[in-house]
């Protein structure tokens, strides 16, 4: 039994209303405002796939992976409990903020915060971006994907492979640049679902808990003009443009409220779940993608 997709992500930030901005004006998200002041970015037809929340430090909070029924989700819930993970029921309160009907929330073995949950609300409001961007890779593929800290690297892919079902789909290594320092690895996996990879684990410790976040949009203008947008408002890019070599995404990185990285892309691979085997790479790009590091 594994996770479907990944559904939606939690930031944590200093001023949440900065994302609200950045979404509508940037990304071409809808963004709306709950009662506790939390934003949630709206890319579908699901309420949001990113949810703001107030909190000292720009950091990622936590991943939440969909599961299809409540067999799926309480077999999950089971293995966690059985191998002595610390697993957190979630409140009515808190699952009616998430527009859930049941979630837990936990963390891996490398300190992220992670949730499953079954059942999305849905308000039935249809995603129209203020900027005309129409539309984002989501569906069967969930919200796009998020790159994690794991210093402890094969300790946490283990976690998430026989835990949550993730299964790799390429593993990474290239030097870290200046002499003399680490060889960065990043081990990339898929759920149960064609986007190439939904998580991927860095392997080297980020304050942030955040190394980017992807959302993929489904034409190659759409990059473009947010690019546009980014250069426009002199907002600082993380990377150029350029094509990635293991997910082939034609994407740009650009930082967000609170120095968080956020990934636009296009063309996204889209891998065959009975037949894909897992690669091994030392190469992170076929162009561009020029990394600019805070
Ligand atoms: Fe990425």
Wanted: some cysteine.
């Amino acid at each position: 039994m594994a996770v479907s997709r990944l559904g939606y992500i939690i930031l944590g930030t200093q001023n949440p209303s900065d994302w609200e901005t950045f979404g509508r004006d940037i990304l071409g998200t809808m963004a709306h405002v709950n009662d506790s002041g939390d934003v949630g970015l709206k890319i579908d037809d699901h309420p949001f796939r990113i949810l703001v929340s107030e909190s000292a430090q720009d950091s990622l909070l936590s991943t939440a992976w969909e599961v299809d029924d409540l067999d799926a989700y309480e077999s999950i819930l089971k293995r966690l409990s059985d191998g002595r993970a610390e697993v957190e029921l979630g409140t009515d309160a808190d699952a009616a903020k998430r527009c859930v009907s049941q979630f837990f929330r936990s963390t891996d073995p490398a300190g992220n915060g992670f949730e499953v949950y079954h059942t999305r609300t849905n308000t039935g409001e249809p995603f129209r971006s203020a900027l005309d961007v129409p539309e984002f890779v989501t569906g069967e593929m969930g919200m796009g994907h998020v790159v994690v800290p794991a210093p402890n690297l094969d300790e946490t892919r283990t976690f998430y492979e026989t835990m949550l079902g993730l299964r790799l789909s390429d593993d990474l290594t290239m030097p870290g640049g200046p002499e003399g320092a680490p060889d960065i690895r990043i081990y990339f996996f898929h759920a149960e679902n064609p986007r190439h990879h939904s998580l991927a684990l860095f392997n080297q410790p980020v304050p942030s808990k955040i190394v980017h976040f992807m959302l993929e949009v489904s034409n190659v203008d759409e990059v473009g003009k947010c690019l546009d947008r980014v250069n426009a408002a002199d907002i600082p890019l993380m990377a150029t443009l350029g094509r990635h070599c293991n997910d082939n995404m034609l994407s740009f990185y650009a930082f967000g409220p609170g120095q968080i990285p956020v990934e636009y892309g296009f063309d996204g691979y889209q891998l065959d779940l009975e037949t894909f085997e897992p690669t091994v790479s030392t190469k992170g790009d076929h162009w561009g993608h020029v990394y600019n590091m805070p």
